[in-house]
C-alpha cells in the first residue's frame, strides 16, 4: 500500500486542486494531510477530498509533521510532497518506479528552473556540491522535500528528524551513511500557490550554515575536522621554521596552533564516535 504525506500550514489557496490531481493520479494511495497549526480552512479542504487529516495543536515545524505523518502511514511505501502546489503528483510514478528497479529512496530533484530566486539556486548548488564531497556520491538535490522511500527505513530515523526545515538532509545524509541506495529523478518544481516565499539574507544564511553543519556531523565529521587540523598544523608549522630562521626561537604562537589542531582532531574523532553510536541506535 501507498500512502501520502502533505505536511501542511494555511494552504487552502491550492489544497483542493492538488488532492484532486492526487486522486485522479493515483486512486488507491492512502491520502494524509498533516495540518500543522494552521488557521485557515487547510483541515476542512483536505476532509472533504477524503483525506486523513493529522492536526498539530500549534506549529511543531515541516519536520514534525513529517514524523507525525510516517508515524500514522500504514502504507509499504511513503511518498511525502509539499501541499504549496510545487510538486506535480504525475512525476509519482516517476518515483515508485526507481524503487521498484532497487532503490530504497527516490528523491525529486528539482532542475535549474524550479529554483525560487538565483540566491537560493546558488546556495543549493553549494549544498549539493558540499553533501556530494562528503559522501563520495552525487546529490543532485539535498533539498527537495519530495520523494519515495521506503517506510521501514525511514521510520528507522525518526529519531534524527530535526522538527524544523532541515528534515530533507537528514533523511539523505541517513541513507547514504547506511548505504541504502539513493535514486535522483529530474522533476520540474513550479512556483509556489499561495503566500510567497522570499529570500532573507539574515534568516536564510544561518539557515544555510546550519545546514552544511548537519551534513557533516550526520555522515563523516572527521572529514571536516580533519582539514582544518591539518592546516593549524601546517600553519604552526610553517610559522615555527620563519621564527626558527629569523630568531631561533620556538614561539607561543607556533605552539598555541599545534596545540589547536591536536585539540581539533581529537574533537573530529569523538564526533565520528558519536555519529557512528547514533546510527548503531537506529539499527537496534
Not at 493520479?25 to 477524503?50: C, K, N, Y
Not at 506535480?88 to 526507481?98: G, K, N, Q, W, Y
Amino acid at each position: 500500500m501507498l500512502s501520502i504525506i502533505l505536511p501542511a500550514k494555511n494552504e487552502s489557496a491550492c489544497l483542493g486542486s492538488l488532492l484532486s490531481r492526487l486522486r485522479e493520479q493515483v486512486p488507491e494511495a492512502e491520502l494524509i494531510l498533516v495540518d500543522d497549526g494552521s488557521t485557515d480552512d487547510t483541515p476542512q479542504i483536505a476532509r472533504e477530498h477524503g483525506a486523513r487529516v493529522i492536526s498539530h495543536p500549534y506549529s511543531l515545524g515541516n519536520g514534525a509533521a513529517v514524523k507525525s505523518g510516517a508515524r500514522a502511514a500504514t502504507g509499504e511505501i511513503l511518498v511525502f510532497m509539499d501541499a504549496d502546489g510545487q510538486h506535480d503528483p504525475a512525476d509519482i510514478p516517476r518515483l515508485l518506479a526507481s524503487l521498484n528497479a532497487g532503490h530504497d529512496m527516490a528523491v525529486g530533484a528539482r532542475g535549474r528552473g524550479s529554483q525560487a530566486s538565483i540566491g537560493r539556486a546558488m546556495a543549493n548548488m553549494f549544498y549539493n556540491a558540499f553533501a556530494s564531497l562528503m559522501t563520495g556520491h552525487r546529490i543532485q538535490d539535498l533539498t527537495s522535500g519530495f520523494r519515495a522511500v521506503r517506510a521501514g527505513h525511514f521510520r528507522r530515523f525518526l529519531y534524527l528528524l530535526p522538527n524544523g526545515f532541515s528534515y530533507p538532509t537528514t533523511i539523505t545524509m541517513a541513507f547514504f551513511r547506511t548505504g541504502y541506495p539513493v535514486a535522483y529523478v529530474p522533476i520540474h518544481a513550479g512556483p509556489r500557490q499561495g503566500r510567497p516565499s522570499h529570500l532573507h539574507p539574515l534568516r536564510d544564511g544561518v539557515r544555510f550554515l546550519l545546514i552544511l553543519f548537519k551534513v557533516a556531523t550526520l555522515y563523516s565529521p572527521l572529514k571536516v575536522f580533519f582539514p582544518v587540523s591539518g592546516a593549524l598544523f601546517c600553519t604552526g608549522l610553517g610559522y615555527y621554521f620563519y621564527t626558527f630562521a629569523t630568531m631561533h626561537k620556538f614561539t607561543n604562537m607556533s605552539a598555541l596552533l599545534f596545540t589547536a589542531a591536536i585539540v581539533v582532531f581529537m574533537m573530529g574523532l569523538i564526533s565520528e564516535q558519536i555519529t557512528a553510536l547514533s546510527y548503531r541506535e537506529g539499527d537496534q
